[in-house]
């Protein structure tokens, strides 16, 4: 039986990783003051307030981490351009 839990309580916990999604590109532009991304794809991305920012700049590539439902930003991450 234990093993079972133990079994059921991973899968829970890969499936729910699983849904979380990331949207790579190439910042655009950015507003500091609202915390809005634009990629050059045309997408934009409000942050909130309770997720760090690094320091960000036009033409900087960033993976752009949303939430399981896609509706949310959970990180933002500086990629190297090479």
């Known amino acids: 039986m234990k ?3 133990i079994a059921a ?6 499936s729910g990783a699983a ?5 790579n590109g190439v910042i655009k532009h ?3 003051t609202a915390r809005v ?10 942050i909130p307030r309770d ?5 960000l700049q036009v ?3 960033v993976s ?7 509706d949310k930003v959970t990180s933002v991450l500086t990629k190297p351009l090479f």
């Open 3 to 5: 093993k079972i839990i």
């Open 30 to 32: 950015y507003d500091a």
């Open 19 to 23: 849904f979380a999604s990331s949207n």
């Open 64 to 70: 752009i981490q949303l939430n399981g439902e896609r």
């Open 59 to 61: 033409g900087e590539k």
């Open 51 to 55: 997720v760090a920012l690094p320091p």
């Open 37 to 46: 991304i634009t990629l050059e794809s045309g997408k934009s991305y409000t």
């Open 9 to 14: 309580s991973a899968l829970a916990f890969m």
